[in-house]
């Protein structure tokens, strides 16, 4: 088994989570891909090993993985969202207005303006995302 589904699989149980088969299948195609995927991406991936998955499990599991701060939710500017493991640290998004493409970048520190918003609007900011829309390379060379 993968390491970082061993660990979900340990974090889901201290949480009190049953760790089901349907379950288990999310988990391994999250940590497997490496990239974001929509909740209907990771049903159609993981009911090639689980084919009795309902999708309403992928987005109770996606969002219990969520909760646990082991995937982020990378919103898309059609209002959708997709999922991604959380891997360590801040990560920020950068999402291409044309194809959909997202790329995960580290982020400067923001402790700075994070601070200043916290103290200006009475705030306890616990996490925050940043995700700047825009044009990739390859849809810019489309044009």
């Not at 009795?52 to 969202?81: A, E, F, M, N």
Request: charged letters at 20%.
């Amino acid at each position: 088994m993968d390491v970082e589904v061993a660990e979900w699989v340990e974090k889901l149980r201290l949480a009190g989570y049953k760790v089901t088969r349907q379950r288990r299948v999310v988990l391994e195609v999250i940590a497997a891909v490496g990239m974001h995927l929509t909740p209907t991406e990771v049903y159609e991936r993981a009911r090639v090993n689980c084919p009795d998955l309902g999708l309403t499990t992928v987005y109770r599991t996606l969002d219990i993985l969520s909760g646990l701060g082991l995937v982020r939710r990378v919103h898309l500017k059609d209002g959708c969202h997709s999922f991604a493991s959380a891997g360590q640290g801040h990560c920020h998004h950068l999402i291409c207005e044309g194809c959909g493409d997202v790329v995960e970048f580290e982020g400067g520190d923001l402790s700075p303006l994070i601070n200043r918003v916290a103290q200006s609007t009475g705030f306890v900011i616990r996490e925050h995302w940043l995700e700047l829309f825009g044009t990739c390379p390859a849809c810019q060379n489309k044009l």
